[in-house]
């Protein structure tokens, strides 16, 4: 194993970079990042319409969202690899697809987040803002989404681990992220199959975990001096009193 | 681009192929659920343990799994683990239908992890006194969960668990890269025989919907018959 990580450990975190394009982890962490980044407006204007007033706005976004949410990211992929062409009128490579289905599914995930995290302000803060002569948008963007934001963070940060496990789909259409990396590292080296996707797994757990504990501290954070927050009903109590694990 | 030939897909060899790849995926959606639901109590079970090494047993399983991209699992369980079996076991397994094997065997135990968690959840939602007044009745730790804090945690339970089965559900697509022929695959296969891409995404995103909204009917109808008590 010490062998194979020795020889093969540049082509697995860049892929051919410098010499060709990037690939590797590098490139499943930069595809998740920009996804990630893209979708954060979709999301908040898809988010907004969800809890808009006006039907005519509500409903379509609606059931945009259901049928996203319905289907695997593989299928928007496969539309995504085979329609983007014929919408933009030129070849679209492995990146900008695997990019543009990402930014889309995750911009419906994301608009769920953002309207969990408006509806969890409470609803006084609204009927204050408005009281206090801020027109709806105005009661949104100075009092709403500000306390919504920041309880929406930790969800944010999980919902970059789900994208970073989403871009391991890259692998399908050939894009040259860190699975297809594996894949080809294990048909040139043909018997340590194991080794080398326990190696992946070991390297998808290593960035997740990290990640998700990046979460956990920030939920605790948040828990500790959230001012607006109501008490919880006392249902929940632990069972075993294991570590906030 | 041609026009959308509807009748492809209503009958002839393409109808049939995509059909059967829809049957596949139902079956190993099945298959999965049947074995990930069982497993998963265990797993909650373990991570609510009064042991503490078992607690970690249960932690460490869910953590490995959920941190580590289905893919990834897939691959390792169809390349990876055949590589530590004898030459002659692995042969007799690649010769007969291991894809759906090695699919159902990562999916169920990604699966699992998830719905272990969202068990725990329930579990910890019943409060603690009625645990404590099932041990001080006389029954063990078992006969407890089984008796006492199972029964009520189940109504907190199901619904989560039905929108983990619809995760399930999305997530037998991903099965396609190691061959399984499931609706993925079949859709695949009809798009480069015809290069009819339109009408074979179209089926497929068609069947994924349709189970989809059944499943998400089936949680609304789960929360309007058996609302949650507070106790």
Redesign the interface.
């Known amino acids: 194993m010490i062998d194979l990580i020795h020889t093969y450990w540049l082509y697995f975190l860049v892929g051919q970079y410098p010499n060709g394009p990037l690939g590797g982890l590098a490139l499943t962490v930069l595809l998740a990042a920009l996804a990630l980044l893209l979708a954060l407006p979709i999301g908040l204007v898809l988010g907004l319409a969800r809890v808009s007033p006006f039907r005519a706005i509500r409903w379509p976004v609606t059931a945009l969202v259901?049928?996203v949410?319905?289907?695997?990211?593989?299928?928007v992929i496969?539309?995504a690899y085979?329609?983007l062409p014929?919408v933009t009128g030129h070849q679209t490579g492995q990146f900008s697809t695997m990019l543009m289905a990402l930014v889309v599914f995750d911009g419906v995930y994301l608009a769920e987040i953002v309207r969990a995290g408006i509806r969890g302000v409470p609803r006084g803060q609204f009927e204050a803002a408005r009281t206090l002569g801020l027109g709806y948008g105005r009661a949104m963007q100075r009092v709403i989404l500000p306390q919504a934001l920041r309880s929406m963070l930790p969800s944010l940060v999980n919902q970059f681990?789900s994208t970073?496990?989403?871009t391991?789909?890259g692998?399908?259409i050939g894009l040259t992220e860190v699975?297809f990396i594996?894949?080809q590292i294990?048909t040139q080296v043909f018997?340590?199959?194991?080794?080398?996707?326990?190696l992946?797994?070991l390297t998808?757990?290593v960035?997740?975990?990290g990640l998700?504990r990046i979460a956990h501290l920030l939920e605790r954070r948040l828990a500790r001096r959230a001012p607006t927050r109501v008490a919880r009903?006392s249902?929940?109590?632990?069972?075993?009193n294991?570590s906030n694990? | 681009?041609p026009r959308f030939d509807l009748a492809l897909l209503l009958h002839g060899q393409y109808h049939d192929w995509l059909v059967t790849g829809l049957l596949v995926s139902l079956k190993l959606a099945a298959v999965v659920f049947v074995f990930a639901l069982p497993l998963a109590i265990v797993i909650a079970l373990l991570?609510?343990?009064?042991l503490r090494a078992l607690?970690a047993l249960g932690?460490a399983y869910v953590?490995?799994i959920?941190?580590?991209?289905?893919?990834?699992?897939l691959?390792?369980w169809y390349?990876?683990?055949?590589?530590?079996l004898p030459d002659g076991v692995k042969e007799r397994l690649y010769a007969g239908n291991f894809e759906f094997l090695a699919g159902a065997i990562a999916l169920t135990l990604y699966t699992a992890a998830y719905m272990a968690e969202d068990i725990r959840s329930g579990?910890?939602?019943?409060?603690?006194v009625q645990?404590e007044a099932g041990r001080a009745l006389g029954f063990g730790f078992l006969a407890t969960m089984r008796r006492i804090?199972l029964p009520q945690a189940l109504r907190i339970t199901v619904p989560p668990l039905i929108s983990q089965t619809l995760n399930l559900w999305?997530?037998t697509?991903?099965a396609?890269?190691i061959g399984v022929a499931e609706m993925?695959y079949q859709?695949?296969r009809v798009?480069s025989a015809s290069f009819r891409?339109a009408e074979a995404?179209a089926f497929?995103?068609a069947a994924?919907?349709t189970v989809?909204?059944a499943i998400?009917g089936l949680a609304a109808w789960y929360h309007h018959r058996f609302p949650v008590r507070?106790?």
Request: proline letters at 7%; hydrophobic letters at 55%.
């Open positions: 259901h049928v949410r319905g289907i695997p990211l593989l299928m496969f539309w085979f329609f014929s681990v970073i496990k989403e391991s789909l692998y399908i699975s594996a894949a294990n018997t340590h199959a194991t080794q080398v996707y326990l992946l797994a998808y757990f960035l997740c975990f998700s009903p249902v929940v109590v632990p069972l075993a294991e694990a | 681009m991570r609510l343990a009064p607690r932690v953590e490995g959920r941190n580590v991209p289905l893919l990834a699992h691959l390792f390349f990876g683990a055949p590589e530590l579990i910890r939602a019943i409060p603690l645990f804090v999305k997530d697509s991903i396609t890269v993925m859709a695949a798009e891409s995404f497929a995103t994924y919907l989809s909204l998400t507070t106790v």
